[in-house]
């Protein structure tokens, strides 16, 4: 099946995926931080989070059905989950797929979080740090990448990430840095 609206709505829930991811990351990673002071203000944050997180999802899952769907260029099933199998642009598209399955160990380890070990957790939300430069890439070479506005709107959601995960690093630097100073006063 092939319709022009196909198309478009498959470059909308791609660019609405990149929006929602921008603010998820954001606000994991200022969850991660530790520097929310107030429990109901961390709680807030985190449930936002996760409702924008699955909000995120389901645009995600919108778009590559769509994408699939579109008989116009050949994206099989198959592409959706092996990177680098798909018949039109099988290196960009390899990219959202390995960003996908980054996205589906997230997911899946999230909803079993309680029932894993903590650092097992932690360790596959640590794939975010992986997960969200593909994405990116993906985004910014894939087929609205000849519309500026897409590959302005990309290019400032990855300026947005970077400036936070700077941030987060530097918060947590400082942090470090105090406890140790702390501790060494206390050795005195």
């Not at 092939?2 to 498959?10: E, K, R, T």
């Not at 929006?19 to 200022?30: I, K, M, N, Q, S």
């Not at 899952?61 to 050949?74: K, N």
């Not at 100073?181 to 206390?186: D, K, N, R, W």
């Amino acid at each position: 099946m092939s319709s022009p609206w196909l198309w478009y709505l498959s470059r909308a829930t791609g660019v609405v995926s990149m929006l929602l991811l921008t603010v998820v990351v954001l606000l994991g990673l200022y969850t991660g931080s530790g520097r929310v002071r107030h429990a109901a203000t961390n709680a807030t944050v985190m449930v936002v989070h996760r409702i924008l997180a699955l909000g995120m999802s389901v645009f995600l899952l919108a778009h590559i059905v769509t994408a699939v769907v579109d008989s116009y260029v050949d994206v099989g099933w198959w592409s959706t989950v092996l990177p680098f199998t798909s018949g039109y642009e099988t290196l960009w598209v390899g990219f959202g797929t390995i960003a996908f399955d980054l996205l589906l160990a997230i997911v899946v380890t999230s909803i079993f979080r309680h029932r894993l070990p903590e650092r097992a957790w932690k360790a596959a939300h640590l794939t975010t740090y992986v997960m969200t430069p593909i994405a990116l890439v993906h985004g910014l070479n894939m087929g609205t990448a000849s519309e500026q506005v897409f590959t302005y709107l990309t290019a400032g959601c990855a300026l947005v990430l970077v400036v936070g995960a700077l941030l987060r690093v530097g918060v947590a630097s400082i942090d470090t840095r105090r406890r140790q100073t702390i501790a060494a006063q206390e050795w005195s």
